[in-house]
């Protein structure tokens, strides 16, 4: 199983690259803001991929519509439109310190 680092909480974890990875860090209890349920219209479950960008799925429309360029730039995703195939290094915010643009 791929496994991903969560650097700001100092974890890694395996996921399945079968779901998203939003859906991976519910069961895998990693908290992670989702108001709208992994539709891809909050853009609250925002991650920042620091090593493996090429090993998630390409950005799809929700992500470009929700992230800017700098932030695409900077590795930032949607966890729940990405899915990932290989070992990813990651920060997740803060749950309380909410992006809520
Ligand atoms: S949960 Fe809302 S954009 Fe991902």
Request: glycine content about 6%.
């Amino acid at each position: 199983m791929p496994k991903i680092i969560i650097e700001n909480l100092s974890i890694t974890v395996d996921y399945n690259p079968a779901i998203s990875l939003l859906n991976n860090f519910h069961i895998l209890k990693i908290p992670i803001n989702s108001r709208c349920g992994g539709r891809g219209n909050c853009g609250t479950c925002r991650f920042q991929v620091l090593e493996g960008r090429k090993f998630i799925t390409p950005l799809d429309t929700m992500e470009k519509f929700r992230l800017t360029e700098d932030e695409i730039a900077q590795g930032w995703r949607l966890s729940c439109q990405s899915h990932a195939l290989r070992d990813l290094r990651i920060i997740i915010p803060d749950p309380n310190e909410e992006n809520t643009d």
